[in-house]
């Protein structure tokens, strides 16, 4: 079922973008238009996947709503106020891993407390406790060349997780993983989640991903000028085991009815990149 509005209700949207336009300087004076008038809404609680072709802005998206990148035009509101710089209210998962090598991953956890000031051995124990709750708790003491890429993964949910942010941000955080370990990293994601609901805005190029994870599949279009041509409602009972949802007839036919939308879109994008 295409949702074309979020419902209203009277506490404000995590995320609230408004009319926004992405808008870069070109080097020969020009200006390159990635995203125009963007409207997207993103509940307290709520997960919301975007999806679309390569290029069309969906990170752009998530930096503009991290207060990464100010819109050209249009405001973002994050729980009602405006987002005047940083979004510090807000986790960011990027696809890249974001570990220091130097550092094992119980220090990796533990940095993002102690350089807000938490003692190092409160930040440790609290550290500790995450890498268990990740299923790395005999991992501490292990480099991030001695992980697996899902364990890097793991050890990086943890980072983000252990500030206790009332947002994530999630780029294509599982792309680099075989297919095994993404559902298995997916299952633990919506295990964490369902504990205090953050609110979450995660970006995907894997249409069965979004449709898995999320309480809404958004559609980008093909850019220059990318717009928010679809918002789709997942009607899938929760708590979900992602490989035995894809089996459930609604999802089928969910994902066939999005994926006539996206299909279209996608072509647009690969024509567009080969010049045709």
């Keep these: 079922m295409l949702e074309t509005a979020q419902a209203q209700t009277d506490a404000p949207s995590a995320i609230a973008l408004n009319g926004v336009d992405v808008a870069f300087r070109l080097a020969d004076g020009g200006v390159y238009t990635a995203v125009k008038r963007a409207d997207l809404a993103v509940a307290d609680g709520e997960f919301v996947a ?4 390569t290029g069309c802005g969906k990170s752009t998206l998530l930096n ?5 990148l100010a819109p050209a035009a249009g405001q973002v509101d994050i729980y009602g106020a405006a987002l005047p710089g940083i979004n510090r209210q807000a986790g960011y998962l990027f696809q890249a891993d974001a570990l220091f090598p130097w ?3 119980l ?9 807000a000031g938490t003692p190092q051995p409160e930040a440790r124990e609290r550290a500790f406790a995450w890498l268990t709750r990740v ?6 003491d292990r480099y991030p060349h001695m992980l697996s890429g ?14 206790d942010p009332k947002i994530l941000l999630m780029d294509e955080p599982f792309g680099p993983l075989d297919a095994q370990t993404r559902q298995i990293m ?3 994601l919506l295990d964490l989640w369902s504990a205090d609901r953050k609110a979450v805005l995660f970006v995907t190029h894997d249409l069965e991903e979004a449709i898995a994870l999320s309480d809404r599949v958004v559609i980008m279009s093909a850019g220059p000028a990318a717009r928010i041509i679809g918002d789709w409602k997942v009607p899938l009972s929760r708590p979900r085991d992602i490989s035995e949802i894809k089996a459930e007839p609604e999802f089928q036919t969910l994902h066939r009815d999005i994926w006539q939308m996206l299909k279209a879109e996608v072509i647009k994008g690969y024509a567009q990149a080969e010049g045709v």
Excluded: D, H
């Design 186 to 188: 997916g299952n633990l």
């Design 135 to 140: 299923g790395l708790g005999a991992f501490g």
């Design 103 to 105: 550092k094992t991953a």
């Design 107 to 115: 220090e990796n956890v533990a940095i993002g407390l102690e350089t």
């Design 150 to 163: 899902g364990q890097r993964k793991r050890v990086g949910l943890a980072q983000v997780l252990i500030r």
């Design 50 to 53: 975007i999806v679309g072709p």
């Design 64 to 68: 503009i709503a991290a207060g990464l």
